[in-house]
């Protein structure tokens, strides 16, 4: 049974920068994608950005691209997303989650997830 632990959440200024970690622990997430998601109040959980197993094919929201970057250390079972240039509306829970399909493709709908972690909070102030 995989475990995936967020951590890194925090209060920051539009404008600033933020890196939160997902650390998994009973099983890996090399061989699977993974993805970052976030869910603010009284709204669906949306896709932010998803990596390939191999690390070679990366996805981001329109929302997020250019500003937001994924990364994951398969030797250390961890999933990163630095985040720049925070903006007041990026403020959500941000969830780390893995993919079902073993060596499959990104996906971008929650329904292709099957291990979640308990989210981190991350606030923007403007």
């Known amino acids: 049974q995989v475990q995936l632990v967020e951590s890194g959440g925090g209060l920051v200024q539009a404008g600033g920068s933020l890196t939160v970690s997902c650390a998994a622990s009973?099983?890996?997430?090399?061989?699977?994608?993974m993805a970052w998601f976030r869910q603010a109040p009284g709204k669906e959980r949306e896709f932010v950005a998803g990596?390939?197993?191999?690390?070679?094919?990366?996805f981001y929201a329109d929302s997020v691209k250019g500003r937001f970057t994924i990364s994951r250390d398969n030797d250390n079972n961890t999933l990163y997303l630095k985040m720049n240039n925070l903006k007041p509306e990026d403020t959500s829970v941000y969830y780390c989650?893995?993919?079902?399909?073993?060596?499959?493709?990104?996906?971008?709908?929650?329904?292709?997830?099957?291990?979640w972690g308990q989210g981190t909070q991350v606030t923007v102030s403007s």
């Open positions: 990596i390939s197993w191999t690390g070679g094919r990366i």
């Open positions: 989650a893995r993919r079902a399909q073993y060596m499959g493709a990104v996906a971008r709908s929650t329904d292709e997830y099957d291990y």
């Open positions: 009973g099983g890996t997430i090399r061989t699977y994608p």
